[in-house]
Structure formats: structure tokens, C-alpha cells
């Protein structure tokens, strides 16, 4: 892409400008949930794929610059099945194990820290309009968020900090840290101190893209992950 003229109003550093466009998307997807909710979801899918661009463009940059390519597909698709295989399993686990402490959990606790209302019973279900769930968190939640968050944020934000330490395979430095929370507060959105949770499997994400140098394998990963948890939502606890 050609570069274009830098506009005058974004930051020159890389790690301001990152932040600068976080509190832009941030801001947007607030007002909407404040002025009309129904557009919350869209203004944050159409923002965290295209505003990036416009702080990028003028360096000649374009999505794939950023993780978002299906240059190699095959290889993210099996990296996304093989951290599935390992992580998926302990989740479920974790889950169970939950299920049998809360109940036990003070009532003040168990409104600030989870959405569940009723004892959980077991019984398997889908939840409705499961396939338009799958479209959704894969192309109207998982994708964008993770090309805005791993992609452009964590990006820029190395680029500012590049120094970091190897972890399976990844070097992880402040970025990832950076990363993993400002993901955590965009989710406070809709303020809820439960959704701060979000912090531990956006470190899971954040290392999938520094290990594949992609957003793809994070993005099917987010995306089942969301899917896994509505399942056990419905299955648990009736949420449908």
C-alpha cells in the first residue's frame, strides 16, 4: 500500500499512538453503550479493524502487517487445534471445579465475580441460534478484537518496548503485559467486575500471536474458547 500523509492529530511515538487509538475505540464503544446499545457491537467491530489502518497507512502498512493474513493457514489452524487439545481440557476441569464451590461462595462474592444466578445442574444443551453464534464470535467478535488487540496494540506497543524473555517458544516483554490489560479494561465497557477476568486467557492469546507471528490461530482460539463457555453456560446453568 502506498504510504499516505500522517495525520496531524495522531501521536508520533509508537506506544502513544497504541494507547491513543485504544482510548479512541474505548471511548466510542462507551458512548454507544450510553446513547444506544444496539450499536455498541458494531461500532467496536467496524473500529477495531479499520481505525488501526488509519494510524498505519501512512507507513505503507496494511492488515497483514499486523498478523492478519491467511498466508499460513494450514499452520495456524494446526497450532490453534494443538493448544486447544492441551488447554480445553484443563478449562473444562476448572469449570467443574468451579461449579462445586460456588454454591459455597458468600452472595456479595458471587455478584461481583461471575454472571450466575441459580444453583448449576448438568444437563447438555446448546444454546439457541448456536450457528449464528459461531459466525459471530468468529467474525464479529473474535477477529476484530483480535487483530485491534494482538495485532495492532501488541505490535505497536513492542515496537515501542521490543525487550522481552522466552516463553515456550515467545518472547513476552511489557507489550504482552500491556496488552493483556488494556484488553481486560476495554471489556469494562459494560461495567462489570467480573469481565476483568478476561486478563488471564488475553495472556494466553497474546502468547499465541508472538509464537505464530499471527492473529489467525489466536482469533479460532478466542473464538472456540467463547463458544466452549456458552455451551457450559447452557449446560450448567440454563443460559440460553
Known sequence: MEPLIRPGWLPKRAASEALFIWALCFGAVVLAF?????????????????????????????????????????????????????????????????????????????????????????????????????????????????????????????????????????RLGPAFWVTAILFALGHLAIFQVWRLGVFFPALLFGWMRERSNSVVAPALFHAAANLLIKVLDASFFGRL
Open 34 to 170: 450510553l446513547v444506544w446499545r444496539p450499536a455498541a457491537k458494531i461500532i467496536a467491530t467496524v473500529g477495531f479493524l479499520y481505525l488501526p489502518l488509519v494510524a498505519v497507512q501512512h507507513r505503507g502498512e496494511d492488515w497483514p502487517d499486523y498478523g492478519l493474513s491467511t498466508r499460513q493457514l494450514g499452520k495456524d489452524v494446526r497450532f490453534f487445534l494443538a493448544t486447544s487439545a492441551v488447554v480445553f481440557p484443563l478449562f473444562i476441569a476448572g469449570f467443574l471445579a468451579f461449579t462445586w464451590l460456588w454454591p459455597q461462595l458468600p452472595a456479595d462474592w458471587v455478584r461481583a465475580l461471575t454472571p450466575y444466578t441459580g444453583a448449576p445442574h448438568f444437563e447438555f444443551r446448546l444454546p439457541d441460534r448456536f450457528t449464528e453464534w459461531v459466525i459471530d464470535d468468529v467474525f464479529v467478535v473474535a477477529l476484530p478484537e483480535e487483530f485491534f488487540y494482538r495485532g495492532y496494540l501488541q505490535t505497536r506497543l513492542r515496537d515501542a518496548w521490543p525487550r522481552g524473555r522466552l516463553l515456550f517458544g515467545a
